[in-house]
């Protein structure tokens, strides 16, 4: 006789996980189920146990597949709801707006048109549905606050790293108003889409800005050294980004940039690496070369790589590098750079021109503003 099976009590809010657990209640479980069930009577052995890989389980445990490593098909993503509260750190209610300066100091500026970003933010998420791309939508609330009071660039949903397995929360090098910003949307993944924290850059030194990363094939990854990463920040970020890339050897690029601020807007150099190069097909990136240093440009030149330069007058207006690739040899750029748009065209590249003027005097690009969830896996350095 087979025991009753228990009752199955769904939360008042519904959620992924919630959906997952009913279909794992409903399935008729079998020691098929476990395979390294030796059979009846045989030494149950905790090898089998000690040897699995973390990537090899987390599917079953959560019910589905992440990770946006590499530049395959982009499959998942998640975007802001833009609201008035974008610009909530100017309110009078707040003594912030009295010091427009050091509100500004790093490149960020005040959004000049709420309703001009939401309706940007809609057609660029029509675009990535229409690329078969699935669209989740992040609300924020009325007034999102921070450990230093009003969070500031909610629309920055990339700057939750989501790798293989899981995601990593950053530790911030230059913003006040973005600490609690990485940590809501850690929350927001976990409980809506059943997406892990797998690391939070910690310690008093450590600063490491992960969403603020590149991947220029499956097993070739960018970061920077600036006042948005440091080598006890990398020295965390990097080794879990290893273990979980799912790769025999992952290479690592580390462009060391120019300056304090986040983006320079008289000489175009930028603290994010994200700012400054960006894949376009496995064997093209379009790259800033003056923010660069030497020994990176080296690399690509004597890799193969075709490297495509930004107009600059567009690039320190629209921050033309942070654009969206949808899959090796088609992007999403700002229809605002067209000179741009146009070297990339001539290097074979297709491009989906999108309206974006709404974020870039606040430094948003399409890299910044989109959480990547999941990528299909998609070539290696030696398929150039």
Known sequence: MRPPRARFRLRAVATFYDDYQRRLHERSWSWADIPFYGGRGAPQSIAPLHELDYLDVYERVYGRRIGANGIGKLREVALTRITDAENQVYDERFPY????????????????DVDRCRRQQEDYAAILQGEGV??????????????????????????LLVVNGGAVVPKLGWHPFSFGRAEFLAHWAFWNLSIPTLLTISGKDAVAEAGATV??????????????????????????????SGVEELKVLTIRCQGRLYFDRRTGASAHVTNLIAPLDVD??????????????????????????????EHVATDVCNLKLIEPGRVV???????????????GVEVIEVPYSGFQHAGGGFHCTTMEIRRDPGPHMADR
């Not at 999102?144 to 009071?149: E, L, R």
């Not at 750029?333 to 290097?347: G, I, N």
């Open 97 to 112: 707006a009295q010091d427009p300066a050091f509100l500004e100091a790093h490149g960020l500026g005040r959004i000049p």
């Open 134 to 159: 699935t669209v989740h939508w992040i609300d924020w609330g009325d007034a999102p606050m921070g450990a230093y009071g009003p969070l500031q660039a909610t629309w920055a949903a990339q700057e």
């Open 215 to 244: 991947w220029l094939a499956q097993d070739l990854y960018v970061v920077g050294r600036s006042a948005a990463y440091n080598q006890a920040g990398l020295d965390q970020l990097l080794p879990l980004v290893e273990l979980t």
């Open 284 to 313: 093209k990136v379009l790259a800033f070369k003056p923010g660069i240093d030497t020994e990176t440009l080296l690399w690509l030149e004597r890799n193969g790589y075709h490297v495509v330069e930004p107009d600059f007058d």
């Open 333 to 347: 750029m700002a229809a605002e750079a067209p000179r741009t748009v146009e070297r990339v065209r001539a290097a």
